[in-house]
Structures are given as structure tokens and as C-alpha cells.
């Protein structure tokens, strides 16, 4: 069995490019030229010096000492929340960025959910001197307003999706209808795994970079050169790819996705898409997807923002299906008593979203000498509202 | 032979409506089928209604919506076609996104298109490759013909590649756009329209994507066989009675 892409773009059954002709020479010079880009030593360059200088990586691999003790096992926290912008995002949006000049192109369009994608984009586009442009639901925007802040004072647009749920499905419908109508000059800096084949293996790639540095930062710690398990939450999947990445072949290392359950799997207001999915078609990506009998894409719910999308990357899809991944959800109230208990324990405010992944042990007991590395994916400043919300602080 | 293939042997340029199935009014369907053929349209293609369509532009969108709110699913369309052989003579097509024929079954779909009687799909998010290699036999067998798209910015080589897997005519979006009315077609547009009529494809080609009236439609219909209009007929039927459809084609065919 292969967790890898093969070379039409599919992961056992799933992927694929799925797109209007209108967006045939873009996603094909992209898929032309994605790998050979990835491979060129200045690239690698250009690349790795940035993830050092401007992002701060590597990011620490922490061992959570109070955490462990509490759920009898060893965790370590994979710190992603102390990148440059405070999230995972920014290691596939300098990768993009990067590909997106050696293409030539000159404006840049992205979705956003929590923010944490468009922020990361501005950033980079600032930091590149490119026009860009952010499509974000109308809710979110709402809902993640510090971000949107910060995006403007980066120099980028704005744009608030009006159309269906107001969120993340939507706003990445307007950023491809955008892509469609500028199909010369833009590059669309796509923020999960998901999107059209090359999409989901480039950011996959570019996010990859997170267990590359597990695999050392073990052996460091631990003498060991890789963890019993991965844990990470799973919006489109970007960050959960990341962090699985070196060890998808590797049977010896479990590997665990954490969904929003919303209000609860069954509550008809939930996320869990390989609970409630279905193969289909979404943005361009053959994929479990959350969807009516008559293939009509529902509106998902979560409290956070960045894991209300109704599907998930293929890579994920394929690692349901073929039983590689375990998958759980977290609702609601499970995420926010996470995100406190981490706050409380280990001084670390997280991202609404990485708490979702830290309510893994609701789910699951290890073993006391198991090592579990979890993806701190990112920090919860944009989120301090919701919490001081929720909690009556 | 079918009705597709006939149609476009006539030795005029082709006039062919889209609306979206299930709206203004979940029923309006096979009244506004009957009623376009009564004003002499060529050819028309029945929307089907998705909830993300990623090409439409804002009006197609809102009808999508609103049909879906309306109660539109593809057995409530095949049942309002049911009948429609019995009155109508010129070729229906279907168009929509694949997502919803996937989750139908592509088989059980094309069986029922047969069954009814229309004569060819448009679906712009199934590709070629996918289509040639998984789907290609089936639609055959069912005596369907499927509609590819090629846009300005399709190579000349990818244009003869879809002209080689094609057998009715090639859908030419006017220009890199979503759905929806242009003020006019400029230079750029001439051009293309001539530079793919200089191909002397084996399918003729009709234009679509931004043709709202008698200007846009002669300028479209220049070099290709004929012209669909899209969101300007959709803006039409949700302001008039669907009585005045036979209003509208003059307003397209004459100056
Ligand atoms: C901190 C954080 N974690 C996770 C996600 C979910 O995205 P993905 O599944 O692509 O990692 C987001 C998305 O906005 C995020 O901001």
C-alpha cells in the first residue's frame, strides 16, 4: 500500500484534478513544474534560508512535562504556534510564493477560514512586493476579526465571500472564480491539502518540512528516530499532512486525525467529514466530502474556523479509507476544555483549532512509556475573544 | 442521428438558451422548454442545479441557490422531463456539475437521459482525460453527446485533442471568465473567435459566456455556428412573466 501521490494525482482512489477548462493551463503549468521547481538547488535555497531566518524554524519539539504526567504518557508538542505569524500556514506560503515568481506571476489570491492562511499570505506577498488578494467568509471574517486587521495592515484586500455557509467552502469558491478570471497573471496560493492535483502533494510537501524536523529533534531527545504516534487536527488537512509525512510508510508510528465534531457528530451542526462524508467532488479534488444524497455540498459548522470545511485533502481521505489513519472528532466544548487545560498546564494558548487536536485523549489512553507528538498547528491570539467568550473570563 | 448532430447541419446560426432548472418557481421547467422552442430557439440546455458552481458567474449562482431552496434534485428533474418528447422537438442538453450525476451514478444517469430523451451533457468539471478513460463508453452507449469547453487560453494542440474526443460541437467560452453578461466582446475576442475558426476544427463551435444581446450575438456567431446565452436569460425570466419568453429571442436574433 502507497500513502504517496502516484503520478496521475490520485491517492488510491482519491484526488485528481476535477477543474473547468478555464483553470486547465494553470493547474497544468503547475503540475508541470511543481517538482522540478521543488528539486532546483536555489530553490532549496531560497527556501530553507527563509524558514530559518524569517520563520523561525526549526520549531521546538517541546516535551509537555505537566501534560504527560496528567495523561500518563509522553507528549511532546511539535511547536508550530511559534512560527513567524503564529501557525503552520506560513511554511507552505513561503513555498508558494517562491513557486508563484519563478512562474512570473505578479498577483496573488488565497482563501482564508481562520485567517491564518491569508495572514500568512499577506505576509509573504509584503514581504515579495506582490498585489494579493484574500477571499474570506462573511462569518469569519466576524469571527477572526484580529486577523483581518493584520491582513489590511499587511496590504491585502480583503474580500468577504456573501455566498452559501459564509465560510471557508465559500470563500474558496471566489478565489477560484477569481483565478478563473485572471488566468494569466495569478498564482492561487491554495492553504490546506486540498484543490486540484499538484495542490494537495505541493502543500503537502512544503508542509512536510514539520516531520522532517520530528525525526531529528527525537533522536536528540529520545534516541529514537520516530514517535508511537502523530496526532494533529484536520481542517483540509495541511497541517496533519505535515506532521504525518515522513512517517506514512512507517507501520511502527499511529497516526491520528482529530475533526470538529461541532455540536456533535449527529447533531446536524458538525465538521466530522469522515464520519458524515462521502466520496465525491469538491473544489476540484475527488475526496470524502460532506454532502446531501443528491450530491449537493452541505454546510459544515465548528467553532473554529479554520476546520469548518465540509471535505478534506485526498492524502486523508486515502488514509480513512485504507483504515492507515485513526480518525476521531472533537466537538465544541471538548476543544475549548483543551485549549484551557493546555493554557493551564503548559502555559501555551492554542489556536482553537489545535485544541481540537489536544482532545485527543478524550478518545484515546496511551501507554505509559508511548510517545506521542502532537501538532501544535497554532497560537491563540486571533482567538482570545472566543475563548474569554466561552469561558466568562 | 441525433437531435444535436441534425440541428447543427441546418444552414443557420444556432441560437441556444440556458436556464436553470427549478427557478424562478420549482415547476417553471417544462413551461419554459416549450415556450423557448415557441419562439424559435434552436437548442437549449436545462441547468442543473449545484450548490458550489465554480464557474458561474453571480447570476447563475443566485439561480442555483434558489432552485436548490426551490426543491430541485435530479429525480425531481427527471420527473418533470418525463413527458417533454412529447412536445418538444429540438435538442435538450443537460449541463451541470458532476459532483451530483457521481453521487446519481454516471450509468443510472445516462440510462435516464435516454429514457427521456435528451441528447447531451455539459459538465464542466468533469475533464477530458477522466472522461475519455472512464466515461467515454458509457455515454456512447446511451447516445449522448458530451459538450467540452476550450477557452482563449486552450492551446491549439489541447483544442485538436478535445476536436479528436468530441462529436457534436465544442462550447468556446467567449473569454477567461465565469458566467455572466460582458458590456461587448472587443478585439481580443475577434481574434479568438477567428483563430479558432482558422483551425477547421471537425466540430463546429458555439460560443458561449458573456452574449446578452443582438451585438454580442452577431459578434459571436461571426466565425462559429451559433451562440448560448446564459445569465441574460436567467435576469429575464426572474423579472417577466414566462409568457414574454417569446419577448426575449427577438431581442438576441434581431437587431
Ligand atoms: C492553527 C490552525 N490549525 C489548523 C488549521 C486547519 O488547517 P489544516 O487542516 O490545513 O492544517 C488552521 C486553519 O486555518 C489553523 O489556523
Redesign the interface.
Known sequence: MSYNINEKGYYGEFG???????L??NVEELRQNYLKVMVEPSFQKQFNQLLKDYVGRPSPLYFANRLSKKYQTKIYLKREDLNHTGAHKINNTIGQILMAKRLGKTRIIAETGAGQHGVATATVCALMGLECIVYMGEIDIARQAPNVARMKMLGARVVPAT??SKTL?DAT?EA??DW?????NTHYIIGSAIGPHPYPDMVTRFQSVISEEITWQLKEKENREYPDYVVACIGGGSNAAGTYYHFLDNKGVGIIAIEAAGKGIDSGKSAATSALG?A?????CKTLLM?T??????EPYSISAGLDYPGVGPLHAHLYKTGRGEFYSATDDDAMQAGLELTQLEGIIPAIETAHALAVFKHKTFKPDDIVVISLSGRGDKDLQNYIDYFNL | MNRINQKLQEDKKLISIYFTAGYPNLNDTTTIIKNLEKSGVDMIEIGLP???P??D?PTI?ASS?QA?KNGM???VLFNQLQDIRKSVSIPLIIMG????????GVEAFCKRCQEIGIDGLIL?????D?FVEQYKATFEKYGLINV????P???DE?IRYIDSVSNGFIYM?SS???TGAKLGFGEEQTNYFKRIADLNLNNPQIVGFGISNHKTFNQATQYAKGAIIGSAFVKFIKKSPLDNIENFIPTISIG
Not at chain 1, 444524497?293 to 452541505?298: E, P, Y
Not at chain 2, 456539475?97 to 446519481?104: C, H, K, M, R, V
Not at chain 2, 464542466?124 to 477530458?128: F, I, M, Q, R, T
Open positions: 485528481g484534478a476535477f477543474i473547468p477548462e478555464m486547465y493551463p455566498s452559501g467552502k469558491n477560484i472564480r478563473i478570471n485572471n488566468p494569466e462521502k465525491g467532488i469538491i473544489h476540484g454532502q444524497n443528491d450530491g449537493q455540498i452541505t | 449545484f450548490s458550489d465554480l464557474a458567474g449562482q441557490t436548490l434534485t435530479t429525480e456539475y458532476f459532483n451530483p450525476i457521481l453521487q446519481y464542466p468539471d468533469l475533464p477530458v477522466v467540452f469547453l476550450i477557452t487560453q486552450t492551446s489541447r467560452v477567461a471568465s465565469t
